[in-house]
T-cell receptor, first 113, second 112 residues
């Protein structure tokens, strides 16, 4: 596709359930970023990949959050034992190189009930 | 990392120019100013960026003050489709978006 694709668009999870959110970046983009966006707030950084290497995971809120990008393209953000405070929109962005503009996907809205 | 300050909301009449201000008084000499917008239920969309000089593209113009402590995004002829939250961010040249703070942006309402 032409843009960053995220799936699913919406996810409802019961508290305690594990979820996996997928990001398909623009083909050939080296850098990939995950953000969390709470209602009424701006996106907040979670983690960053350069190719398959996770170079920064300082924004992950707890050890229940895990991200991977094993082949340097598709990335998955996994949240274990979801809690209500995990409810948010999770955004993925990619860029051709580290120091160029990033393009965002439409996000996955996660609701934990 | 430089932070930005934006008014929480603005209104603009359809067809008029929308001027969105941003304060980034702690910006470093080599940090870029980027603008994104986020339409409801969508991801942020890149608009424009600049370092020192004013920039223009098909979407908008960016005016950066000489001391680089503030900037203004100009949408020359606002349409209803421009209603969105606009984010001004500062990004270091050698770093990616992991060093960026989006803040809460300016909610622009274009009025018919």
């Amino acid at each position: 596709g032409a843009g960053v694709s995220q799936s699913p668009r919406y996810k409802v999870a019961k508290r305690g359930q594990d979820v996996a959110l997928r990001c398909d970046p623009i083909s050939g983009h080296v850098s990939l970023f995950w953000y969390q966006q709470a209602l009424g707030q701006g996106p907040e950084f979670l983690t960053y990949f350069q190719n398959e290497a996770q170079l920064d995971k300082s924004g992950l809120p707890s050890d229940r959050f895990f991200a991977e990008r094993p082949e340097g393209s598709v990335s998955t953000l996994k949240i274990q034992r979801t809690q209500q405070e995990d409810s948010a929109v999770y955004l993925c962005a990619s860029s051709p190189r580290l120091n160029t503009e990033a393009f965002f996907g439409q996000g996955t809205r996660l609701t934990v009930v | 990392d430089a932070k930005t300050t934006q008014p929480p909301s603005m209104d603009c009449a359809e067809g008029r120019a929308a001027n969105l201000p941003c304060n980034h008084s702690t910006i470093s000499g080599n940090e870029y100013v980027y603008w994104y917008r986020q339409i409801h239920s969508q991801g942020p969309q890149y608009i424009i960026h600049g370092l020192k000089n004013n920039e223009t593209n098909e979407m908008a113009s960016l005016i950066i003050t000489e001391d680089r402590k503030s900037s203004t995004l100009i949408l020359p002829h606002a349409t209803l489709r421009d209603t969105a939250v606009y984010y001004c961010i500062v990004r270091p040249p050698s770093g990616g978006y992991q060093k960026v703070t989006f803040g809460t942006g300016t909610k622009l309402q274009v009025i018919p």
